[in-house]
């Protein structure tokens, strides 16, 4: 009853979709004001029949209705319960209803705060949701039904795949899709522009809140994806240059582009074509991502579901809103005039050089992880690209990028003079080339990929903190006072750009200094790795919800005395026959101790893989100020205060 | 005239650094590309002498052999008609299995067998790694071919 309650509100909500673009657009064409706000409504009505769908497919999981094939091929009665809800999200077709669950969210909350917009500008926003909305409804009602029944149905579930049973999977799928959906709002703004074909920094201010916000939700999702594998996957990375990882990397990159260009066009009027492209193109590349995970091209942890129909399906939804999109842009980039004009050394143009590496980054990220699909689509041979391509091309296209990011924040508007600015900065050149050279001999190793990575991550701290301290000199007060009292966007762009030094910090120093030892441990054996003893004390039975495990007990010592307890675990889930390795983890500020288990060799004996990682939570610690900074940007008053007075306006 | 030629000289610049960061980038690109051989390919020459390459197949059962105090492991790979020998040092992936699908990375030695870096195994009951199933599909076209003539 429950479920066909589901398929009812899907199909609703299928209508209201038609009916919010429909609607929206024809009153904008009209000028209508009774039709835009019918499109309004319907938008609301779409999202409240969504979480009736969304609701009904969590209730089957609750309830353990085997009965629908969904819950059946992805659930099982002895899951804990907060499993059981992950999964709702576990395989394909959850996953689709996230999507679209996610998308009318976004659309109710543009419905909310958009009150400042104009009204045909905000119907034709609205309408552009509505359609990508309709397309993804067509989607799950004829190609991927949740709510599919299997009759006769079966006892029990096959259960979710053990590798998604983790803390991880609560939490990383729906922020992960928070931030890609997200950007289909940024593409709405874009979208309504081009047909209104008003585009300037007002339009820029509206967009900068949306586009930050699905950035900031983008960042946090691959930085919990990226620690889920670090410790799920159990030989201890934290990115694999997966074709998936680099799905949701390149909206990341070409979204970060777009934050930049928005604040460009804002407040100098300049290059505000480039900025509408960036928009249409971190969709698409949004889009691009889930037709990768989603139409089986791909195998890896995220690809559940191969059927080349949906592939088919979503390739075709991707060409009908790059195309069209591409096409608008086309036609209506000719009337949109050039704007503001720059020098060639201006924070302008710094910004820009900065776009076009970001832009030219992706590129790189996207030959790697197309390349290998075109050949085999062809039929031309099946070949692999590995970490070490991205690895060696990645590093040295951002670098202008790195060394940007320093330059630019000191770098007036419309004109600078490249003396004046080194100028001041030979401080700070100074003092982070001299500790770059310098900390790698401390530390005991010294290579030159060590020392540029802390030069980068140097030079970038360095240069915000005195942006800080020039702009505290200029104000009056205690420390304290003056810090909270610089405006909120400058605070959020100090902390989201401490956050790129503190994130290639830790990089640079796992990747330089981590040691890693695959051995062979019978119970009494100790290893000495990078200084730390660890003594293998044998293994225990036990029994978890859903499976059996073998603990390993490792005690850990640094100079005879011990540091902690560790207890990796080899759990073998029992409902899918499947073996899975608990890694045990001691995280600390200055190094991580790692240790998975293998397998059992003849005797007592196992294989055990023990690793150091220094400064390895530093990454995600960078990560998450990078959001951070963007939550700071967010809470700017400016974009409230317009939309009070706005409101006021209204009312 | 002088902005103009200031433009032109920033976009040359411009087009030169491109250019560079291009073949810079595709010949990273090249050398780091790895291509896939099914057993009977590696059996009869045709995988590069020296160079890095995947194998796909079916760990052939009773073929797994460890050794006694070290993390040194052999095993074939098999598509049906052919074997190679793997050896291995490491741990190996949970779902690895003898009869089970498995893609190994690493070169040839001059002994003709297999010497790997990396092994991957499926990641679930269901799942065979594509190289795994192309290798075994491969094998068996040309299987039916040989019966028909």
């Known amino acids: 009853m429950i479920p066909e309650l589901g398929h009812l509100a899907l199909i609703l909500a299928w209508l209201l979709a038609a009916a919010q673009a429909g609607f929206a657009f024809a009153g904008a064409a009209r000028n209508d004001g009774i039709l835009m706000a019918t499109g309004v409504s319907a938008a609301r009505g779409q999202f409240v029949f969504c979480g009736i769908a969304f609701v009904s497919l969590g209730y089957a999981f609750y309830a353990n209705d085997f009965s629908v094939l969904y819950v059946a091929s992805h659930s099982n009665s002895t899951l804990p319960l907060y499993y059981r809800l992950a999964a709702i999200w576990g395989g394909h077709e959850g996953s689709m209803l996230l999507w679209t669950t996610t998308l009318a969210l976004w659309t109710v909350a543009v419905t909310l705060f958009s009150q400042h917009l104009p009204e045909v500008f905000r119907a034709r926003l609205l309408g552009t949701m509505g359609l990508i909305s309709l397309g993804f409804l067509t989607f799950i009602l004829f190609a991927s039904n949740p709510f599919q029944r299997m009759i006769p149905a079966v006892l029990q579930g096959r259960d979710l795949n053990p590798l998604l049973q983790d803390p991880g999977m609560v939490l990383h799928p729906p922020v992960l899709y928070m931030g890609y ?18 585009l300037n920094p007002q339009w820029a201010r509206w967009t900068r809140p949306w586009t930050t916000a699905a950035w900031v939700f983008l960042t946090a999702g691959i930085t919990f994806g990226s620690q889920w ?19 949701s990397f390149m909206p990341w990159l070409v979204g970060t582009a777009l934050i ?66 591409l096409t608008l842009f086309a036609l209506r980039a000719p009337q949109m005039g050039l704007g503001g004009r720059f020098g060639m050394v201006s924070r302008e143009s710094m910004l820009l050089a900065g776009n ?19 050949l085999e689509a062809l039929e031309l041979g099946k070949i692999s690209v590995g970490p070490p391509y ?39 050149m100074g003092v982070s080339v001299a500790m770059a050279l310098l900390l790698p001999l401390m530390l005991g190793k010294w290579t030159p990929l060590i020392a540029l990575g802390l030069l980068m991550a140097l030079w970038i701290a360095a240069s915000a903190f005195v942006s800080v301290y020039e702009r505290l000199k200029k104000r009056e007060g205690g420390i304290i006072k003056t810090v909270v009292g610089l405006p909120r966007a400058y605070q959020g762009m100090i902390v989201a750009h401490l956050g790129v030094a503190v994130f290639i910090m830790g990089v640079t120093l796992v990747k330089g200094y981590e040691v890693e030892q695959d051995m062979r441990m019978s119970p009494g054996d100790t290893a000495q790795v990078d200084g730390y003893g660890f003594r293998f004390d044998g293994i225990r039975e036990a029994f978890g919800p859903n499976y059996m495990a073998i603990i390993g007990h490792f005690t850990v010592t640094w100079n005879g005395r011990p540091v902690t307890i560790l207890a990796p675990e080899k759990r073998h889930y029992l409902a899918s026959d499947t073996p899975m390795t608990e890694a045990a983890i001691s995280s600390g500020f200055f190094r991580d101790l790692y240790i998975a288990l293998g397998e059992p060799m003849d005797g007592q004996a196992w294989s055990v893989r023990l690793y150091v990682k220094p400064f390895v939570q530093w990454i995600w610690a960078g990560c998450l100020m990078m959001a951070a900074g963007g939550v700071l940007a967010l809470l700017d008053p400016r974009y409230r205060r317009r939309n009070s007075a706005a409101m006021e306006g209204t009312a | 005239m002088k902005a103009r030629h200031k433009r032109l000289a920033f976009i040359a610049v411009g087009l030169i650094a491109l250019g560079v960061a291009t073949a810079l980038v595709l010949d990273a690109f090249r050398s780091n590309l790895v291509f896939f051989y099914t057993p009977t390919q590696v059996a009869n020459g045709e995988a590069p002498q020296g160079g890095r390459f995947r194998i796909g197949g079916l760990v052939e059962p009773g073929s797994l052999k460890r050794a006694a105090n070290s993390l040194e492991v052999r095993f074939v790979v098999t598509d049906t008609a052919k074997r190679v020998e ?40 269901n799942y065979m790694p594509p190289e795994a199933a192309e290798a075994l599909k491969q094998a068996r076209r040309v299987q039916t071919t040989v019966e028909v003539e």
């Open chain 1, 356 to 374: 076009v590496v970001l832009l030219a980054a992706t590129g790189t990220v996207m030959l790697g992880t197309l390349y290998p699909l075109f």
């Open chain 1, 390 to 428: 991205f690895d060696t091309v990645f590093v040295p296209v951002m670098l202008p990028a790195m060394l940007l990011m320093g330059l630019a924040i000191f770098a007036p508007w419309k004109h600078a003079v490249l003396t004046v600015l080194l100028g001041r900065l030979k401080w700070v």
């Open chain 1, 229 to 247: 594998a670090y410790y799920e996957l159990g030989w201890g990375g934290w990115w694999f240059w997966d074709a998936v990882e680099n799905a």
């Open chain 2, 86 to 125: 793997v050896v291995y040092s490491g741990v190996l992936p949970d779902l690895f299995k003898e009869g089970g699908g498995t893609v190994v990375q690493g070169r040839l030695a001059a002994d003709g067998s297999f010497h790997a870096d990396q092994v991957l195994a499926k990641h679930d009951e």
């Open chain 1, 181 to 198: 959906v997200g950007f289909s709002v940024v593409f709405g703004f874009a979208i309504a522009a081009l047909l209104g074909g008003e």
């Open chain 1, 260 to 325: 930049h260009a928005l604040a460009v066009t804002e407040k100098r009027d300049a290059f505000k074509l480039w900025t509408v492209l960036l928009a249409i193109l971190t969709f698409s590349l949004a889009l691009l991502g889930t037709f990768l995970v989603r139409s089986g091209v791909l195998t890896s942890v995220h690809a559940f579901a191969t059927d080349p129909q949906r592939g088919l399906f979503i390739l075709v939804l991707l060409g009908g809103v790059v195309g069209g999109a």
